[in-house]
């Protein structure tokens, strides 16, 4: 058995920050086209893909909000579902979310091929730091800007399959993609902003695209699951970011990779029935997984001290 859904990781170059939301958008459209031209049923855009990533700036007020949506869509980006229902493909959106009672979410959706937002989620891990400081190049205050989604790491039955969406720094935590391969996660879908220079530890920048895959590759494969990277990456306002989107199988290989650092559209025909492979063999889940040991290693936390095990 097969279940084939052709998927397109849509790349973004930079996004200055003069840039208009309808600048952006006929951005999208272009690669939008493209992806439907080649056959996409699902077209996967970035984290924040509609700003410059606005958290390497200390802002307050207006000059905040003006980076956020409050409506989904908006005039601004009504004609992206527009085009999309009439392509009849489906899209993964990250954007800057202002709830009507004024709560700030870094904030993801789901959108079917013939319109309907199915999904919704809102980053539970946010990096960076919670004041501004000084020392550092540039900022990184997602945690002054945004509150952690309250609603955790949620499958939805769509696009023939079963699928899931985490954003950028949640790659990096197995808690992520796991409570999504507990609900039997087939796709999930990643937007992702990376600066290249990380501030607190330089040493870490060289190694960047290789992070960038080993989180993404495992989550897949400890998951048995497609996993669809997408970077706005290249250099925006003076910061380098990282590009390298990816789509990866539940084998952990890389199917699809882009090649640039600007908009990009890379796509893959993914098998969903290829996750079950695994999900039925070496990660079946019921037959192996051992949950009642690790909640007693939790409870024991702090019994044996960093070190002991070498003495
Ligand atoms: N956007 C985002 O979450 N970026 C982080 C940057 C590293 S931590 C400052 C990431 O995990 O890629």
């Known amino acids: ?26 951005r999208l459209l272009l690669m939008l086209r493209d992806a439907a031209d080649r056959g996409a049923e699902l077209v996967v855009f970035p984290e924040l893909a509609l700003t410059s990533f606005f958290p390497r700036w200390e802002l307050s007020g207006d000059a905040l909000l003006t980076f956020f949506e409050r409506d989904m869509p908006s005039a601004d980006t009504k004609p ?10 489906g899209f993964h959106l990250g954007y800057a979310e202002l709830t009507p009672d004024g709560h700030r979410y870094n904030t993801a959706i789901l959108v079917e091929r013939d319109g309907r ?23 990184h205050l997602e945690r ?37 391969g507990l609900q ?44 669809v990277g997408v ?32 908009d990009e559209v890379v796509v893959a025909v993914c098998d969903l029935d290829l996750c079950l492979d695994y999900k039925r063999t070496v990660f079946d889940f019921d037959r192996y997984r051992r949950p009642e040991m ?4 939790t409870s024991q936390r702090g019994a044996v001290a960093p070190g002991d095990a070498d003495r």
Not at 149 to 176: H, K, M, T, Y
Request: charged share 20%; aromatic share 10%; net charge neutral.
């Open 1 to 26: 058995m097969s279940r084939p859904l052709a998927i397109a990781a849509a790349q973004m170059g930079p996004v200055v920050r003069a840039e208009t939301r309808a600048q952006v958008v006929e």
């Open 80 to 89: 992206l579902f527009d085009e999309a229902k009439r392509l009849g493909v």
């Open 117 to 139: 937002v199915v999904a919704k989620y809102r980053k539970v891990h946010l990096p960076g730091h919670e004041e501004p400081e000084a020392w550092r190049p540039f900022q």
């Open 144 to 180: 002054k800007y945004f509150e952690p989604g309250p609603e955790s790491f949620r499958v939805q039955r769509a696009f023939g399959g079963l699928v899931g969406i985490a954003i950028c720094n949640d790659r990096r935590w197995p808690e992520a993609y796991r409570v999504l």
């Open 184 to 227: 039997g996660v087939e796709v999930v879908c990643i937007g992702y902003n990376t600066p290249i220079h990380y501030a607190p530890d330089p040493g870490q920048d060289r190694l960047a695209a290789f992070h960038n895959n080993l989180v993404m590759a495992a989550g897949a494969y400890q998951n048995a699951t497609w996993v």
């Open 231 to 262: 970077a706005k990456g290249g250099v925006e306002e003076g910061v380098e970011g990282l590009s390298d989107s990816q789509i990866i199988g539940p084998s952990g290989e890389v199917v699809a990779r882009s090649a640039t650092t600007s």
């Open 294 to 297: 690790y909640t007693r290693i």
